[in-house]
């Protein structure tokens, strides 16, 4: 009976040296690359963050490649991204931000023009393509998911439409060995919502099984005309440093000071201005498509 004491007490006492990955407070840096679909040139965003349990504060180096978030710019949470804040240091400004208001812009757009760009979506796919033992990434164990999905998007302006087929196949590897709420922030890439109920469901039915950390994601998009012309762009963000490390004192506290703003552009205007784009006719139809692309 005494042995046996003994062994309980000295393995709560190896349980209470070991570290906490849970408790941990973490340091990483981050790239994104976009590369193809007539860019001009690939495009990198850089990001440097501090993770603390469901803190989080990501600072961009460079401008992200969606164009929404200016370098020296930072995004604040303090909730594992439920409430989240971009501050802007050189402007002296504080927006809260909803990511999923951010790319719900299917529905903006279509209400902003008075129903005059009208968007539909079709015949989405969705398809595991495996699961097995990833490679070691920053000295931490991963899990490769790979999945394939697509869409049909049909876009009608002014009586002009137009159809897409978006092919796209994911490939990510993520660790267990790290939890942190914070991290979900900006590395999970189910982190988005467009507004479109059927694309929402199909990010969420992708990910449902998955709950480890993605330290590497990569999408291959194709896009395919009605007419049969196809570009392909590639999409890759990578993990390229992580390290436990206590963030900066005060890191994930809002400043004083700054004025709130919105982050959003506000669609209104677009609606105030249709009446007279279109008694302009023909001429004003390229601005019109300009909203969604050409």
């Known amino acids: 009976m005494k042995e046996r004491h003994s062994t309980a007490i000295?393995?709560?006492?190896?349980?209470?040296?070991?570290?906490?990955?849970?408790?941990?407070?973490?340091?990483y840096e981050a790239t994104t690359t976009v590369e193809g679909a007539g860019l001009g040139g690939d495009q990198v965003s850089a990001v440097r963050a501090w993770v603390d349990g469901p803190n989080a504060r990501i600072e961009f180096e460079q401008s992200?490649?969606?164009?929404?978030?200016?370098?020296?710019?930072?995004?604040l949470s303090n909730d594992g991204g439920e409430t989240l804040h971009v501050v802007d240091p050189a402007e002296m400004t504080i927006a809260e931000v909803d990511l999923a208001q951010i790319f719900q812009t299917i529905g903006a757009v279509t209400e902003a023009t008075g129903g005059v760009v009208q968007m539909e979506f079709s015949d989405f796919t969705s398809e595991q393509l495996g699961q097995e033992p990833g490679e070691e990434i920053l000295g931490l164990p991963t899990t490769r998911y790979r999945f394939k999905t697509g869409y049909t998007m049909r876009i009608g302006v002014l009586g002009m439409r137009r159809e897409n087929r978006s092919e796209s196949e994911h490939e990510f590897h993520c660790t267990d060995a790290l939890d942190a709420e914070g991290f979900a922030v900006w590395l999970r890439p189910d982190r988005f919502r467009t507004g479109n109920e059927d694309i929402d469901k199909l990010i969420e039915q992708q990910f449902a099984t998955v709950d480890c950390l993605p330290l590497r994601n990569r999408s291959v998009t194709t896009m395919t005309s009605g007419r049969g012309n196809a570009s392909t762009s590639t999409t890759t963000t990578e993990v390229?440093?992580?390290?436990?490390?206590?963030?900066?004192?005060?890191?994930?506290?809002?400043?004083a000071g700054y004025t709130e703003t919105s982050l959003i552009p506000d669609l209104s205007a677009i609606s105030e201005a249709q009446p007279e784009e279109e008694a302009e006719g023909p001429r004003r139809r390229p601005r019109l498509r300009d909203l969604i692309g050409r």
């Open 10 to 27: 000295a393995g709560l006492v190896m349980l209470a040296a070991a570290p906490n990955l849970a408790a941990a407070a973490y340091y």
């Open 64 to 75: 992200d490649a969606s164009g929404l978030f200016a370098a020296g710019s930072y995004l």
């Open 240 to 255: 390229t440093t992580l390290r436990e490390d206590t963030a900066p004192e005060g890191a994930f506290v809002l400043p």
